[in-house]
Antibody, heavy 117, light 112 residues
């Protein structure tokens, strides 16, 4: 059974940093691209970042480019999202997703990030 | 960016009925490799989204054949037949053909 378990969320002040982790199990982690997708309270879905299976390439939308960094440790079956210079508009539930090319087939339970002073 | 437009925003359905949700993209979703990366997700109340359909018409593992996807280019449809209580929630279409990946705003399916 595929499982994705996110940790690291919480309340953080604007301009500060936070790092999310996602431990994966139930599939061969290093065979698959992975992504982060977020959902602001009461809003729709927004793709945040993707990383190739080797970790050699990463992709971001303009809204987080230069502030967020996705990375992975294939030996530990763990995906990360380093979030710097956080803004109030980054407040959302962040989902770790297994991401075969072009879609998201498994989602974690999500972790809440609140950016507020 | 590719804009995904879903209609309707919400709809009411009777149990056992059939519904169709439309999703239109501002650009063709045909990738250079010939695949069309249009997917559908359901988010049930207080749950994470779940994949229903990928690459336009492929049902994900464990998804009932009551769900079907169709379309091409910029115009896509999700059909749900014989609606059951567990089908209620918000449906999203998403495109993974072009970065940034984008989603529609969602269609809320409620009981009549």
């Amino acid at each position: 059974e595929v499982q994705l378990v996110e940790t690291g969320g919480g309340l953080v002040q604007p301009g500060r940093s936070l790092k999310l982790s996602c431990v994966a199990s139930g599939f061969t982690f290093n065979n698959y691209w992975m992504s982060w997708t977020r959902q602001a309270p009461g809003k729709g879905l927004e793709w945040v970042a993707s990383i190739t299976n080797s970790g050699g390439s990463t992709y971001y939308p303009d809204s987080v480019k230069g502030r967020f960094t996705i990375s992975r440790d294939n030996a530990q079956n763990t995906l990360y999202l380093q979030m710097n210079s956080l803004r109030s508009e980054d407040t959302a539930t962040y989902y770790c997703t297994k991401a075969p090319r072009g879609y998201f087939d498994y989602w974690g339970q999500g972790v809440m990030v609140t950016v507020s002073s | 960016d590719v804009v995904m437009t879903q209609t309707p925003v919400s709809m009411s359905v009777s149990l056992g009925g059939q519904v169709s949700i439309s999703c239109r993209s501002s650009q063709s979703l045909v990738h250079n490799n010939g695949n069309t990366y249009l997917s559908w997700y359901i988010q049930k109340p207080s749950q994470s989204p779940q994949l229903l359909i990928y690459k336009v018409s492929n049902r994900f593992s464990g998804i009932s054949d009551r769900f079907s996807g169709s379309g091409s280019g910029t115009d896509f449809t999700l059909k749900i037949s014989r609606v059951e209580p567990d089908d209620l929630g918000v449906y999203y279409c998403g495109q993974g053909t072009q970065y940034p990946y984008t989603f529609g705003a969602g269609t809320k399916l409620e009981l009549k």
